[in-house]
């Protein structure tokens, strides 16, 4: 299972042709990610050309010929939209070199480009996209981006890439300093407290798909969308230090989860 925790519904539970695409689909998303941090001489005119090329024959210069053959299987397989790929393409200069996001408006327009449009490809393999539930779908990818990038914030903080909004930083008294290492300083726990309620109420507005998606998908869902709230619900009992370990969730609240998503409601349970 992916350790990003980025999004849901990678190899579980995925099976036969579904699985393949979802897999291609995920390792195109990946391996654009890490051709990304690795290259920081790549201009914004760069990822624009390649994303042009992606528009129109689901090809790129970028990334690795197996990759992207993958990738078009699975777009001719499934009837995908390239769009989506391309989108992603325009959207990966942000992971070149420091990067940061005026408020909260500009930073979930990044993660829709970069996070979103890899969700409603994932969906439609799921044969969930219809429009009412793309708006679920795009929440659900956000809570997932940004639950990632908290669990990776030291690495991140490091590369001097924030996926904080300044204003809220500014308003908190946060410096990019401060998120480089441990322990938090009481400033900097508001400050993640605040990205917990914005995660949590992207997984709020998702919930509707639970009711939605095929009997598979749904089960794989509701593990998915429990254990994502458990991660939130880690970071805070762990007092919002993300720093001196990794967050991960207990044997016990693994098997909470698992009990939860198969015999209890999807509910928000706090610590």
């Given at each position: 299972m992916t350790q990003t925790h980025e999004h849901p519904f990678y190899d579980d539970p995925w099976v036969g042709d579904q699985a393949d695409a979802a897999a291609a689909i995920w390792d195109w998303h990946s391996a654009l990610h890490r051709k990304a941090l690795a290259a920081p001489d790549l201009e914004v005119e760069d990822f624009q050309l390649e994303a042009e090329r992606v528009r129109v024959e689901m090809?790129?210069?970028l990334l690795e010929e197996s990759v992207q053959e993958r990738a078009r299987s699975a777009v001719s397989r499934w009837s995908l939209d390239p769009n989506l790929f391309a989108i992603q393409m325009e959207a990966a200069v942000v992971f070149t070199g420091p990067t940061s996001f005026?408020?909260?408006?500009?930073l979930l327009a990044f993660v829709d480009r970069w996070a979103a449009s890899l969700g409603r490809l994932l969906i439609s393999v799921a044969g969930s996209n219809r429009e009412w539930q793309i708006p679920w779908v795009d929440a659900l990818s956000r809570g997932f981006f940004l639950l990632g990038r908290m669990l990776a914030l030291p690495s991140d903080a490091v590369r001097g890439q924030v996926f904080f909004p300044q204003d809220e930083m500014e308003f908190f008294g946060v410096t990019?300093?401060?998120?480089?290492?441990a322990p938090p300083s009481d400033d900097v726990?508001?400050?993640l407290w605040k990205?917990?309620?914005r995660i949590?109420?992207?997984f709020a507005q998702a919930l509707p798909l639970a009711e939605e998606l095929p009997r598979k998908q749904a089960a794989g869902f509701r593990r998915w969308w429990l254990g994502g709230l458990e991660m939130v619900?880690?970071?805070e009992r762990k007092d919002y230090d993300v720093w001196s370990e990794p967050i991960t969730l207990s044997p016990f609240h693994r098997a909470q989860v698992r009990y939860q998503s198969r015999f209890g409601r999807l509910t928000f349970k706090r610590k």
């Open positions: 090809t790129t210069r005026a408020d909260k408006q500009e990019l300093s401060e998120l480089t290492s726990r508001k400050l990205q917990c309620v949590r109420d992207q619900n880690t970071i």
